[in-house]
């Protein structure tokens, strides 16, 4: 019996010491202050450069409804245009900005690849409203 009690008092000396050395291990290593930045950094946008200036005041013309259906004659190639639309890209937005906002976005990767179909397109719905509305 005294050998089963000592064999107790081993093992609990032993997982006694193994939790106080394991939390005095973890407590040194070094912590950042609760206040130091994270690693997630999050950049501030840059400033637009002129040129997308004057791409977002060409973009601030044209009626939401508008863009919507432009965006989808020309890009998805699957719309019309409205009499009202026409109207507004001929008599607010105009053909270089209408040109220029479609030259700018097939610039990125998702329409670069038909550029030559979009740039197609977006002649042919200019040709089709300044043939409703002309200047």
């Known amino acids: 019996m005294t050998?089963?009690?000592?064999?107790?008092?081993?093992?609990?000396?032993m997982i006694s010491f193994v939790l106080v050395l394991g939390t005095s291990i973890c407590s040194k290593i070094p912590q950042p202050p609760s206040d130091a930045p994270s690693h997630n950094i999050s950049y501030a946008p840059r400033p637009l450069s002129s040129y997308e200036k004057y791409l977002t005041i060409c973009s601030s013309k044209l009626k939401k409804e508008c863009g919507k259906e432009i965006f989808s004659s020309v890009f998805v190639g699957n719309g019309t245009v409205s009499d009202y639309c026409c109207h507004n890209l001929v008599?607010?937005?105009?053909?270089?900005?209408?040109?220029?906002?479609?030259?700018?976005?097939?610039?990125?990767?998702?329409?670069?690849?038909?550029?030559?179909?979009?740039?197609?397109?977006?002649?042919?719905?200019?040709?089709y409203c300044i043939a409703l509305h002309p200047m």
């Open 91 to 127: 008599n607010d937005v105009g053909k270089s900005c209408h040109f220029d906002m479609t030259r700018y976005a097939t610039q990125f990767p998702e329409y670069s690849k038909n550029k030559t179909e979009i740039l197609n397109r977006c002649s042919n719905v200019w040709n």
């Open 3 to 13: 050998l089963l009690n000592r064999f107790n008092v081993i093992v609990i000396f």
